[in-house]
């Protein structure tokens, strides 16, 4: 239990914005030493991915996947590093794609994943040619490289995600050069079934970007967390609206309709909205906490933060909503999209095998019906109704939480978010409202840090997180 929550624990107050924090740490400061790693050489790190024991961090970077000593609580140590980049040729034919050589063609690892007990699997934009490379854990080398396309971006400036559930891999990413192509599919598919992905004839995703996923191992979903411009309100062109989709693990395609394709493909909106304000409609980050050993799984929680298409100034809001939630809107009624009119309607009748799993079966007629049925007429609303804090002044870009023990025998819910002027603001969750309780800079130039892990095994330690380097805003989405 770290001292700084007990501190808090006497001041509670009704407000739902965001006081200022309790304290402030300022770079380098010794009162609140903070464990950072960097290397000369090493640049653009974009995906973390800490091992099932917590003593390693493994690293994307540009060019490179790095592994780290994790285990001491005051140092971070480089244990191997791969090298991984596009060749001078690969380069060259990169920039006659009107790339630029330094900023485009390098290789950005973007999913980096365990996908067997001796293996990692990593997918980098390798000079505007997606590949992917599988590395051997234990000696850290690479045992093989291709190309691999429709598993991470081509652009290293576009936002991907992805999953690996028993050795398959689920990813949801852009699949083409202009990146204009979104697919959220299943590869490395197990025991002769067949990969995967979206259905082509309709557009299922609209500018979609992604940023978190979360499988659903109790009923065997796996959800992809996004915003897209929200076609269902035909009066505003470029309206934007945070979703969750959904597709089905062991989906595997319609027999005559829908082959290979998921059959159990929905989205639902996601709402953060304060009473009578303009919702928080761009979605930044989700992270997933596990409900408390012993609790329905249904008790899983996606905190998320938002920005708001319409600030004009920074402003953000954290929205949590419930697994329990999450599964009713894609078990309740859907709309039907008319392909004449382009229009959203309430789907009329009752079909009651919307947004099931185990369609593999069902009729051409059914899965017609699958094909155009596939968003909720439901809003994913979150707990509280509302956000549990908004924040006027910051751009909160990335949220990690943890369920941690005071003193006095409590739990609490701790919330690290990540500030677009490079500060980590760790907030407790009162049942009164969300506190700062400590803001701790991390990065002296204003900057997107771009991922966050926390290592629950350090004990006192809760903030010990790693962070991701820098991006500027604009060019990120
Ligand atoms: C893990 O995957 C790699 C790459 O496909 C393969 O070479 C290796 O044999 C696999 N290991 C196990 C234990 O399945
Ligand atoms: C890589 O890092 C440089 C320097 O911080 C930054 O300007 C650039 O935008 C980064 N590129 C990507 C793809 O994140
Ligand atoms: C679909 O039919 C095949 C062959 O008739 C059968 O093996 C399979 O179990 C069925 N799938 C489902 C989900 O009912």
Redesign the pocket.
């Known amino acids: 239990m770290a001292p700084s929550v007990l501190l808090l624990l006497g001041l509670l107050s009704s407000t739902g914005s965001l006081p200022p924090p309790r304290t402030s740490f300022l770079l380098n400061s010794a009162d609140r030493p903070l464990v950072l790693f960097s290397l000369p050489d090493v640049h653009n790190t974009t995906t973390l991915l800490l091992s099932d024991d917590g003593s390693t961090l493994y690293v994307g970077a540009r060019d490179a996947i790095l592994s780290l000593d994790v285990s001491q609580s005051d140092i971070i140590h480089l244990k191997k590093k791969v090298e991984w980049s596009p060749s001078e040729s690969e380069i060259n034919e990169c920039q006659l794609k009107g790339k630029n050589a330094e900023v485009d063609c390098p290789n950005f690892v973007r999913v980096l994943q365990p996908?067997?007990?001796?293996?990692l699997y990593a997918c980098g934009s390798y000079a505007y040619t997606p590949h992917d490379a599988?590395i051997d854990a234990e000696s850290f080398s690479m045992?093989?490289q291709d190309e691999a396309k429709g598993r991470c971006p081509f652009s290293p400036f576009q936002r991907n995600t992805a999953i690996t559930v028993d050795g398959e891999l689920f990813t949801a990413t852009t699949t083409d050069l202009r990146g204009t192509k979104p697919q959220i599919s299943r590869h490395f598919s197990k025991d002769g079934r067949p990969d995967v992905s979206q259905d082509s004839s309709l557009s299922l995703l609209h500018e979609p970007v992604f940023v978190s996923s979360s499988l659903d191992s109790s009923d065997r979903k796996l959800y992809f967390f996004f915003s897209e411009v929200g076609k269902e309100f035909s009066f505003v062109d470029e309206l934007r609206i945070a979703r969750v989709a959904q597709v089905c693990k062991d989906d595997v395609g319609g027999r005559s309709t829908l082959q290979k394709k998921w059959t159990s493909f929905a989205k639902a909106p996601l709402l953060c909205q304060s009473h009578r304000q303009l919702p928080f409609n761009v979605l930044q980050d989700v992270f997933t906490l596990q409900p408390p050993e012993g609790t329905d799984a249904s008790e899983t929680l996606f905190y998320a933060a938002f920005t708001s298409q319409w600030s004009s100034g920074p402003e953000s809001a954290v929205c949590v909503f419930k697994l329990q939630d999450v599964r009713a809107a894609f078990t309740e009624s859907y709309r039907t999209f008319n392909l004449l009119t382009h229009q959203w309607s309430p789907q009329l009748g009752k079909h009651s095998y919307l947004g099931k799993c185990g369609l593999d079966n069902a009729s051409d007629s059914e899965l017609a019906e699958v094909k155009r049925s596939f968003l909720t007429s439901n809003s994913v609303k979150p707990v509280g109704v509302g956000p549990l804090a908004v924040s006027s002044g910051q751009q909160y870009s990335r949220v990690a939480a943890m369920r941690t023990q005071a003193a006095d025998g409590k739990q609490y819910t701790v919330l690290f978010l990540l500030t677009e002027s490079g500060f980590l603001h760790k907030v407790v969750l009162l049942n009164r409202g969300a506190h700062i309780i400590e803001e701790i800079q991390v990065f002296t130039q204003p900057q997107l840090v771009k991922n966050i892990i926390l290592s629950p095994s350090k004990g006192p330690h809760p903030s010990k997180a790693a962070f991701e380097d820098r991006i500027r805003h604009s060019r990120c989405d």
Not at 115 to 119: F, R
Request: aromatic content about 12%; charged content about 0%; proline content about 0%.
């Open positions: 996908i067997n007990s001796t293996h599988y045992v093989q």
